[in-house]
């Protein structure tokens, strides 16, 4: 599964929601389930994103700002002793 960074995804909840328990219950799912979410154990399924969209009409930048940024890889780099 594709490894997302929701940090934008975390400020946005608690500038529009307060908390991640009033989140939860505007999607309709416990704060346990979220959180399992917002670890990426499980993915938000297309009607929970539909849902923040619509109530907040959304950009395609926003959308894809607060619900796909992908974790950027970590690198090692490795240097020639010469």
Do not use: C, H, P, W
Not at 6 to 34: C, H, M, P, W
Not at 50 to 69: C, H, N, P, Q
Not at 70 to 77: D, E, G, I
């Amino acid at each position: 599964m594709m490894e997302y960074d929701y940090a934008y995804l975390r400020g946005f909840i608690k500038e529009r929601f307060g908390s991640n328990q009033n989140f939860a219950d505007f999607l309709g799912i416990g704060v346990t389930a979220l959180y399992d979410r917002l670890s990426g154990k499980t993915a938000f399924k297309q009607d929970e994103i539909d849902a923040v969209v619509r109530e907040y009409e959304l950009s395609g930048d926003e959308i894809m700002r607060i619900f796909f940024t992908r974790k950027a890889r970590k690198t090692v780099q490795i240097q020639k002793e010469g």
